[in-house]
Antibody, heavy 124, light 110 residues
Framework: QVQLHQSGPGLVKISQTLSLTCAIS??????????WTWIRQSPSRGLEWLGR?????????DYAISVKGRITINPDPSKNQFSLHLNSVTPEDTAVYYC??????????????WGLGTLVTVSS | QSVLTQPPSVSAAPGQKVAISCSGS????????VSWYQQLPGTAPKFLIY???KRPSGVPDRFSGSKSGTSATLGITGLQTGDEADYYC???????????FGTGTKVTVL
Protein backbone atom coordinates (compact mmCIF):
# COMPACT_ATOMS: atom_id res chain seq x y z
CA GLN A 1 0.00 0.00 0.00
CA VAL A 2 1.49 3.31 -1.08
CA GLN A 3 1.56 6.09 1.50
CA LEU A 4 2.74 9.68 1.26
CA HIS A 5 3.97 11.52 4.33
CA GLN A 6 4.18 15.28 4.14
CA SER A 7 6.37 17.53 6.28
CA GLY A 8 7.23 21.19 6.41
CA PRO A 9 6.40 24.45 8.17
CA GLY A 10 2.85 25.71 8.44
CA LEU A 11 3.80 29.37 8.53
CA VAL A 12 5.89 31.25 5.97
CA LYS A 13 6.66 34.94 5.87
CA ILE A 14 5.71 37.08 2.89
CA SER A 15 8.39 37.12 0.16
CA GLN A 16 10.15 34.04 1.56
CA THR A 17 10.21 30.47 0.24
CA LEU A 18 7.63 27.82 1.02
CA SER A 19 9.27 24.38 1.25
CA LEU A 20 7.50 21.05 1.75
CA THR A 21 8.66 17.46 1.50
CA CYS A 22 6.71 14.33 0.63
CA ALA A 23 8.20 10.98 1.68
CA ILE A 24 7.06 7.91 -0.26
CA SER A 25 6.53 4.43 1.12
CA UNK A 26 5.40 1.49 -0.99
CA UNK A 27 6.60 2.91 -4.31
CA UNK A 28 9.70 4.62 -5.68
CA UNK A 29 10.14 8.21 -6.76
CA UNK A 30 12.34 6.78 -9.53
CA UNK A 31 9.61 4.47 -10.93
CA UNK A 32 9.13 4.71 -14.69
CA UNK A 33 5.35 4.87 -14.52
CA UNK A 34 3.93 7.39 -12.06
CA UNK A 35 4.61 11.06 -11.63
CA TRP A 36 4.86 12.83 -8.28
CA THR A 37 2.69 15.86 -7.90
CA TRP A 38 1.87 18.85 -5.73
CA ILE A 39 -1.68 20.19 -5.56
CA ARG A 40 -3.03 22.98 -3.37
CA GLN A 41 -6.51 23.91 -2.21
CA SER A 42 -7.83 27.25 -1.05
CA PRO A 43 -11.33 28.74 -0.82
CA SER A 44 -10.52 31.32 -3.49
CA ARG A 45 -8.74 29.08 -6.03
CA GLY A 46 -10.25 25.65 -5.31
CA LEU A 47 -8.07 22.66 -6.15
CA GLU A 48 -5.07 23.76 -8.19
CA TRP A 49 -2.43 21.49 -9.74
CA LEU A 50 1.01 23.03 -9.22
CA GLY A 51 3.35 20.65 -10.96
CA ARG A 52 5.04 17.25 -11.04
CA UNK A 53 8.31 15.46 -11.34
CA UNK A 54 8.84 12.07 -12.95
CA UNK A 55 11.57 9.73 -14.18
CA UNK A 56 11.57 8.36 -17.72
CA UNK A 57 15.23 7.40 -18.21
CA UNK A 58 15.96 10.92 -17.00
CA UNK A 59 14.23 13.40 -14.71
CA UNK A 60 11.51 15.76 -15.91
CA UNK A 61 9.43 18.44 -14.22
CA ASP A 62 6.28 20.25 -15.41
CA TYR A 63 4.77 23.30 -13.77
CA ALA A 64 1.49 25.19 -13.87
CA ILE A 65 1.64 28.52 -15.67
CA SER A 66 0.22 30.25 -12.59
CA VAL A 67 3.35 29.49 -10.55
CA LYS A 68 5.97 29.02 -13.24
CA GLY A 69 9.13 30.93 -12.44
CA ARG A 70 8.52 30.64 -8.70
CA ILE A 71 8.25 26.86 -8.30
CA THR A 72 10.68 23.96 -8.20
CA ILE A 73 9.75 20.33 -7.61
CA ASN A 74 12.78 18.15 -6.93
CA PRO A 75 13.11 14.40 -6.54
CA ASP A 76 15.44 12.95 -3.91
CA PRO A 77 16.00 9.28 -4.85
CA SER A 78 18.40 8.72 -1.95
CA LYS A 79 15.55 9.39 0.50
CA ASN A 80 12.70 8.27 -1.78
CA GLN A 81 10.95 11.61 -1.50
CA PHE A 82 10.24 14.75 -3.45
CA SER A 83 9.98 18.37 -2.46
CA LEU A 84 8.16 21.57 -3.34
CA HIS A 85 9.80 24.97 -3.23
CA LEU A 86 7.70 28.05 -3.97
CA ASN A 87 9.49 31.35 -3.65
CA SER A 88 8.41 34.97 -3.30
CA VAL A 89 5.20 33.91 -1.56
CA THR A 90 2.29 36.25 -0.91
CA PRO A 91 -0.88 35.79 1.16
CA GLU A 92 -2.48 34.43 -2.05
CA ASP A 93 -0.30 31.33 -1.62
CA THR A 94 -2.02 30.48 1.66
CA ALA A 95 -3.60 27.07 1.10
CA VAL A 96 -3.63 23.42 2.06
CA TYR A 97 -0.85 21.77 0.08
CA TYR A 98 -1.13 18.10 -0.93
CA CYS A 99 1.35 15.75 -2.50
CA UNK A 100 -0.07 12.95 -4.63
CA UNK A 101 0.96 10.17 -6.96
CA UNK A 102 -0.13 10.72 -10.57
CA UNK A 103 -0.94 7.33 -12.10
CA UNK A 104 -2.03 6.03 -15.46
CA UNK A 105 -3.13 2.68 -16.88
CA UNK A 106 -2.49 3.75 -20.46
CA UNK A 107 -5.35 6.17 -21.03
CA UNK A 108 -6.07 8.97 -18.58
CA UNK A 109 -4.29 9.91 -15.38
CA UNK A 110 -5.51 10.10 -11.83
CA UNK A 111 -4.19 11.06 -8.40
CA UNK A 112 -3.89 8.28 -5.87
CA UNK A 113 -2.95 8.29 -3.08
CA TRP A 114 -2.84 11.77 -1.60
CA GLY A 115 -0.89 12.98 1.39
CA LEU A 116 -2.84 14.23 4.39
CA GLY A 117 -2.23 17.85 3.46
CA THR A 118 -0.31 20.70 5.09
CA LEU A 119 -1.98 24.02 5.83
CA VAL A 120 0.52 26.72 4.92
CA THR A 121 -0.25 30.27 5.97
CA VAL A 122 1.68 33.15 4.42
CA SER A 123 1.81 36.14 6.71
CA SER A 124 4.06 38.95 7.80
CA GLN B 1 -10.06 29.93 -11.36
CA SER B 2 -11.28 26.39 -12.15
CA VAL B 3 -11.94 25.72 -15.84
CA LEU B 4 -14.33 22.85 -15.14
CA THR B 5 -17.78 23.89 -13.93
CA GLN B 6 -19.81 21.88 -11.43
CA PRO B 7 -23.04 22.73 -9.60
CA PRO B 8 -22.26 24.06 -6.12
CA SER B 9 -24.58 21.60 -4.41
CA VAL B 10 -26.96 18.69 -4.91
CA SER B 11 -29.11 16.91 -2.37
CA ALA B 12 -31.41 13.94 -2.06
CA ALA B 13 -32.92 11.69 0.56
CA PRO B 14 -31.23 8.50 1.76
CA GLY B 15 -31.57 5.72 -0.79
CA GLN B 16 -32.15 8.13 -3.67
CA LYS B 17 -29.73 9.03 -6.43
CA VAL B 18 -27.88 12.15 -7.48
CA ALA B 19 -25.98 13.17 -10.59
CA ILE B 20 -23.12 15.67 -10.54
CA SER B 21 -22.21 17.33 -13.81
CA CYS B 22 -18.78 18.60 -14.84
CA SER B 23 -18.70 20.90 -17.84
CA GLY B 24 -15.55 21.74 -19.76
CA SER B 25 -14.35 22.26 -23.29
CA UNK B 26 -12.63 20.53 -26.19
CA UNK B 27 -9.20 21.29 -24.72
CA UNK B 28 -9.93 19.33 -21.56
CA UNK B 29 -12.90 16.97 -21.15
CA UNK B 30 -13.61 16.81 -24.88
CA UNK B 31 -10.29 15.15 -25.66
CA UNK B 32 -9.04 13.70 -22.38
CA UNK B 33 -10.10 11.24 -19.72
CA VAL B 34 -11.87 12.34 -16.56
CA SER B 35 -11.31 11.27 -12.97
CA TRP B 36 -13.47 11.95 -9.91
CA TYR B 37 -12.61 12.50 -6.24
CA GLN B 38 -14.53 12.50 -2.97
CA GLN B 39 -13.43 14.82 -0.17
CA LEU B 40 -14.96 14.13 3.22
CA PRO B 41 -14.90 17.08 5.65
CA GLY B 42 -11.41 17.82 6.93
CA THR B 43 -9.71 15.14 4.85
CA ALA B 44 -7.72 14.87 1.64
CA PRO B 45 -9.51 14.02 -1.60
CA LYS B 46 -9.99 10.31 -2.29
CA PHE B 47 -9.89 8.83 -5.77
CA LEU B 48 -13.26 7.42 -6.98
CA ILE B 49 -13.37 7.07 -10.78
CA TYR B 50 -10.73 7.00 -13.52
CA UNK B 51 -10.80 6.88 -17.34
CA UNK B 52 -14.29 8.45 -17.32
CA UNK B 53 -16.14 5.43 -15.98
CA LYS B 54 -13.84 2.92 -14.29
CA ARG B 55 -14.00 2.19 -10.59
CA PRO B 56 -10.89 1.10 -8.68
CA SER B 57 -11.25 -1.87 -6.37
CA GLY B 58 -12.85 -0.88 -3.09
CA VAL B 59 -15.14 1.80 -4.53
CA PRO B 60 -18.79 0.66 -4.31
CA ASP B 61 -20.70 0.18 -7.55
CA ARG B 62 -23.14 2.81 -6.29
CA PHE B 63 -20.66 5.26 -7.81
CA SER B 64 -20.51 5.54 -11.59
CA GLY B 65 -19.01 7.87 -14.16
CA SER B 66 -19.83 8.81 -17.71
CA LYS B 67 -18.71 11.27 -20.35
CA SER B 68 -20.37 12.79 -23.38
CA GLY B 69 -18.71 15.43 -25.52
CA THR B 70 -17.30 18.15 -23.27
CA SER B 71 -19.19 17.10 -20.13
CA ALA B 72 -18.83 14.34 -17.58
CA THR B 73 -21.18 13.08 -14.89
CA LEU B 74 -20.72 11.30 -11.58
CA GLY B 75 -23.73 9.31 -10.42
CA ILE B 76 -24.36 8.11 -6.90
CA THR B 77 -27.22 5.70 -6.25
CA GLY B 78 -28.54 4.37 -2.93
CA LEU B 79 -27.40 7.57 -1.22
CA GLN B 80 -26.04 7.14 2.30
CA THR B 81 -25.23 9.66 5.03
CA GLY B 82 -21.58 8.67 4.64
CA ASP B 83 -21.69 10.01 1.07
CA GLU B 84 -22.00 13.59 2.36
CA ALA B 85 -18.86 15.19 0.96
CA ASP B 86 -17.49 17.46 -1.71
CA TYR B 87 -16.93 15.87 -5.12
CA TYR B 88 -14.48 17.05 -7.77
CA CYS B 89 -13.83 16.16 -11.39
CA UNK B 90 -10.38 16.46 -12.95
CA UNK B 91 -8.70 16.05 -16.31
CA UNK B 92 -5.75 17.19 -18.39
CA UNK B 93 -6.10 20.45 -20.29
CA UNK B 94 -4.14 20.31 -23.54
CA UNK B 95 -4.19 24.10 -24.01
CA UNK B 96 -2.89 24.85 -20.53
CA UNK B 97 -0.59 21.79 -20.42
CA UNK B 98 -1.84 21.28 -16.89
CA UNK B 99 -4.30 19.24 -14.89
CA UNK B 100 -7.49 21.10 -14.08
CA PHE B 101 -10.11 20.46 -11.43
CA GLY B 102 -13.79 21.17 -11.22
CA THR B 103 -15.26 23.81 -8.93
CA GLY B 104 -16.58 21.11 -6.60
CA THR B 105 -20.07 19.95 -5.63
CA LYS B 106 -21.31 19.48 -2.09
CA VAL B 107 -23.60 16.49 -1.72
CA THR B 108 -26.12 16.67 1.11
CA VAL B 109 -28.20 13.73 2.25
CA LEU B 110 -31.51 15.11 3.47
Amino acid sequence: QVQLHQSGPGLVKISQTLSLTCAISGDSVSSNSPAWTWIRQSPSRGLEWLGRTYYRSKWYSDYAISVKGRITINPDPSKNQFSLHLNSVTPEDTAVYYCARDRTAGHGNWFDPWGLGTLVTVSS
Amino acid sequence: QSVLTQPPSVSAAPGQKVAISCSGSSSNIGNNYVSWYQQLPGTAPKFLIYDNNKRPSGVPDRFSGSKSGTSATLGITGLQTGDEADYYCATWDSSLSAYVFGTGTKVTVL
